[in-house]
């Protein structure tokens, strides 16, 4: 091995740790640029009609090599059966990105992220939910909050930064939408 190989091993490695760095603080600009945009309520919504039978499992197929890489398993249910919604593609888009994204790395390996949709004659409601991960019941509020994380959770660990849930709040809101976090939050056990 030469004798700069550790030198240039060294090198590689902070070139690599600055480059996250800047990313992570990229998406963090970006994150905080678009809840700039929602609290302005500046951009109107671009509709368009959606078949989720096909759309949604677009969307799920970039996380699988992610989710097979953990050693985890995917689960898309979308029956034939429901109609066509008309909403904003990039909204809903981001929306269903930002949860995959969450279930993915709080998800623990052997374990399962799912997502379906489900239709009522007034609405339609698309659920992500994974299994080995529980929320306490006591945070289920807080964690569509702006910068909150949850305590004895390692940021380090899994990254990001502490906005995508309050992201995803605000443009369900704005697609005319709701977010309920019950069914991902658990009680403590009773004694």
């Known amino acids: 091995m030469p004798e700069d190989a550790p030198k240039r091993q060294n090198a590689q490695r902070y070139v690599r740790i600055l480059r996250d760095e800047c990313q992570r603080d990229i998406d963090l600009i970006d994150d905080m640029l678009t809840l700039s945009r929602l609290d302005a309520?500046?951009?109107?919504?671009?509709?368009?009609?959606?078949?989720?039978?096909?759309?949604?499992?677009?969307?799920?197929?970039?996380?699988?090599?992610?989710?097979?890489?953990?050693?985890?398993?995917?689960?898309?249910?979308?029956?034939?059966?429901?109609?066509?919604?008309?909403?904003?593609?990039?909204?809903?888009?981001?929306i269903l990105t930002e949860l995959l994204t969450n279930a993915c790395k709080y998800t623990p390996a052997h374990e399962t992220v799912a997502i379906a949709a489900t239709a009522t004659p007034h609405h339609v409601t698309v659920t992500v939910s994974n299994t080995?991960?529980?929320i306490p019941a006591v945070e289920c509020d807080r964690i569509?909050?702006?910068?909150?994380?949850?305590?004895?959770?390692?940021?380090?660990?899994?990254?990001?930064?502490?906005?995508?849930?309050?992201?995803?709040?605000?443009?369900?809101?704005?697609?005319?939408?709701?977010?309920?976090?019950?069914?991902i939050c658990t009680s403590p056990p009773l004694p």
């Open 41 to 94: 309520a500046v951009e109107p919504l671009m509709l368009s009609a959606v078949h989720l039978q096909d759309w949604i499992p677009a969307i799920a197929d970039a996380f699988v090599d992610r989710m097979q890489s953990r050693q985890q398993t995917l689960l898309v249910t979308v029956p034939l059966s429901i109609p066509a919604c008309t909403t904003d593609l990039s909204y809903l888009e981001r």
């Open 144 to 183: 569509f909050e702006t910068f909150y994380r949850i305590p004895n959770h390692d940021p380090w660990k899994h990254g990001g930064t502490g906005i995508g849930l309050a992201l995803v709040k605000k443009l369900t809101a704005q697609i005319g939408g709701t977010i309920v976090s019950t069914a």
């Open 132 to 134: 080995g991960s529980h």
